[in-house]
């Protein structure tokens, strides 16, 4: 089963297959708030503050997000100023260019595409793993060499 069905010739961006676009932020329009949409959300203008999407949001080749984004899936062609959180699947297509962290489960990244952060990936539990033993999360301990040559 594949995640897009089909593109529309007017977007560079693919329509999901679950649900069917039923929010737009056109490309001279600008939101600035809290912005919760229920199925999917397609953004090519710009939005500043807080996104939630419970299915799709896609960002078009002319979209400014300055927002963070919580979402199942994320398929972004524009600028994310922000993080991303999305349960599912990220895409970051070739003109996207992304300033913030990402945690998702899957994570696909095409030639040319920009991101500046960090990236979590996987099953995100809240605690960092165990360390392996005999590895210590303090730094390095100094020796009775290094002590001694810095005196």
Do not use: W
């Not at 960002?59 to 400014?64: L, R, Y």
């Amino acid at each position: 089963m594949a995640l897009f069905e089909k593109k529309d010739e007017d977007m560079d961006v693919p329509v999901t297959r679950g649900d069917k676009l039923n929010t737009v932020i056109g490309k001279d329009s600008v939101f600035t708030g809290k912005l919760e949409v229920v199925g999917t959300l397609r953004i090519d203008g710009r939005v500043h503050g807080e996104i939630n999407v419970s299915d799709t949001i896609s960002i078009g080749g002319t979209g400014e997000v300055e927002a963070s984004v919580k979402t199942k899936n994320a398929v972004i062609s524009g600028t994310v100023r922000g993080d991303i959180h999305a349960t599912d699947k990220t895409e970051l297509q070739a003109k996207s260019v992304i300033y913030g962290d990402i945690v998702t489960k899957s994570l696909a990244i095409e030639q040319g595409a920009v991101f500046q952060g960090h990236c979590n990936m996987g099953e995100i539990k809240d605690s960092p793993p165990p360390l392996k033993s005999g590895m210590s999360s303090s730094s390095p301990k100094e020796t009775s060499s290094s002590v001694e040559n810095k005196k």
